[in-house]
């Protein structure tokens, strides 16, 4: 009976520890990165293209593995018309013309891969860099924070009817299809006058439209570019994003969970760029602010800068936040880490600091490692009530300073990289930067 008794007693020890180590940060007892993801896109060879995709898509089609697809120039998926694409099907976006795809209001796109077998989109060059080619917009008619409850994309695109760009509407269940086990590379063509393409862009869509294990990865815009809607998103991976990994605006209200973002400071944009931007608007006087605003509900998110030299690249500027916060937007982000910034979290120098705001405002159970502050306000001197109100007991967060070997399972890994927590190799005492550096 003693024998059971422990045995049992060593499962349940085993297990809790097991438990504990996944927490915080993406979650798993397996690496759920483990082959669909490619963390090296440029070593990766495609078959030359037998199909060509241009213009208006108006009758449902199915894109098939066996054949490989050029986006040529701007591709519209319109009338009401369903893309379906078979899993390991490749499609290239083409570099001179910029291929992108647009999936306009009222159709859909059925893209279900396999972790054996993803749908890739990448860049048609041999030597692929980021901005090679457009990107992925889909548009649905959920609620935007925009009077007229009607929006339309402003990246310079040319449709044949205004239709196929508009987004937005009453329908929270909109339904614009699935993305599953998708991997975009090398998107966020630069534009003029206008911003960058974004890797995936969603504007409008609804709960019903599924996006789940979903990677972006090297875009020279925004990894995922949210612009209203309501939106779920689970199990996506930004990796190494020139603009943000993920952005919220236009009043978006989100549900993020189990996601990753892994930034480089030699690759981020100069001109400001994070793993997470919520807002709720370019401008105040073009919101409806009778309508919901921006609503961020993150959990189990691990958002990390990867450095060679992270105390060096802070003192140069070359690392600043993971996460900023705009006016007017709620934001709540639980049981998860953020490793390596400046600080981790800041909100803009509009945002008042009282019991209103602070209440819109949660940080919970969350782990801060090596970052130089935690929880700032833009351009203010001292940050030391922010600090000590996320730092009490009652959000229970966890701050330390260990280095990235020591801190996730298996974050040097080129080929497959493991960025579940690792607790118990956690050396809080290694002190990578002293609190008297100067700034």
């Not at 490989?68 to 018309?81: A, C, Q």
């Not at 809607?229 to 605006?249: A, Q």
Request: hydrophobic share 35%.
């Amino acid at each position: 009976m003693k024998k059971i008794t422990l045995t049992s007693l060593l499962f349940l020890l085993v297990f809790g520890s097991l438990f504990a180590q996944q927490e915080k940060g993406i979650t798993g007892y397996n690496n759920w990165l483990d082959s669909w993801t490619d963390f090296q896109p440029n070593k990766a060879n495609y078959e030359e293209p037998t199909q060509i995709l241009s213009g208006n898509i108006s009758e449902n089609i199915t894109l098939t593995k066996r054949n490989t697809y050029l986006l040529l120039g701007e591709v519209f998926v319109t009338d009401s018309t369903t893309l379906t694409i078979e899993p390991g099907t490749v499609i290239l976006g083409d570099f001179k013309t910029k291929g992108s795809l647009i999936i306009s209001n009222g159709s859909k796109i059925i893209a279900e891969g396999k972790p054996t077998d993803p749908i890739i989109f990448t860049s048609n060059r041999t030597d692929k860099k980021p901005g090679d080619w457009g990107g992925i917009f889909i548009l649905g008619d959920a609620p935007i924070n925009v009077f007229g409850k009607v929006a339309s994309l402003n990246y310079g695109l040319n449709p044949s009817s205004t239709e196929s760009i508009s987004y937005g509407g009453d329908n929270i269940d909109s339904n614009s299809g699935v993305l599953d086990f998708i991997r975009i590379e090398y998107a966020g063509k630069k534009t003029k006058g206008f911003e960058n393409f974004s890797g995936l862009t969603l504007a409008g869509v609804g709960l019903k439209t599924a996006i789940s294990n979903v990677m972006v990865s090297y875009c020279e815009g925004h990894s995922f570019n949210v612009l209203g809607g309501e939106v779920n998103l689970t199990k996506t991976v930004s990796f190494r994003s020139n603009k943000n990994d993920y952005n919220f605006n236009n009043g978006t209200q989100c549900h993020i969970e189990n996601a990753l973002a892994v930034r480089s400071p030699y690759i981020s944009s100069a001109d400001g760029s994070r793993c997470m931007s919520a807002t709720s608007y370019d401008l105040k006087e073009n919101a409806d602010t009778s309508k919901k605003q921006t609503f961020v509900n993150a959990e189990n998110l691990t958002l990390v800068n990867i450095s060679n030299d992270l105390k060096s690249d802070i003192k140069v500027g070359l690392v600043q936040e993971a996460i900023f916060i705009g006016p007017d937007v709620s934001f709540n982000i639980h049981k998860s880490v953020i490793s390596g910034f400046k600080p981790a979290v800041i909100f803009d120098e509009g945002i008042e600091i009282n019991s209103e705001n602070l209440e819109r405002i949660k940080i919970t159970r969350s782990y801060f490692n090596n970052c130089k502050g935690n929880i700032f306000k833009k351009y203010a001197s001292n940050n030391d009530d922010l600090e000590s109100w996320y730092g009490s007991r009652a959000f229970d967060n966890v701050y330390s300073k260990g280095p990235d070997s020591e801190t996730f399972i298996d974050s040097d890994n080129s080929r497959s990289p493991d960025f579940r927590l690792r607790i118990n190799k956690i050396i809080a005492s290694n002190d990578l930067f002293d609190d008297d550096d100067d700034e």
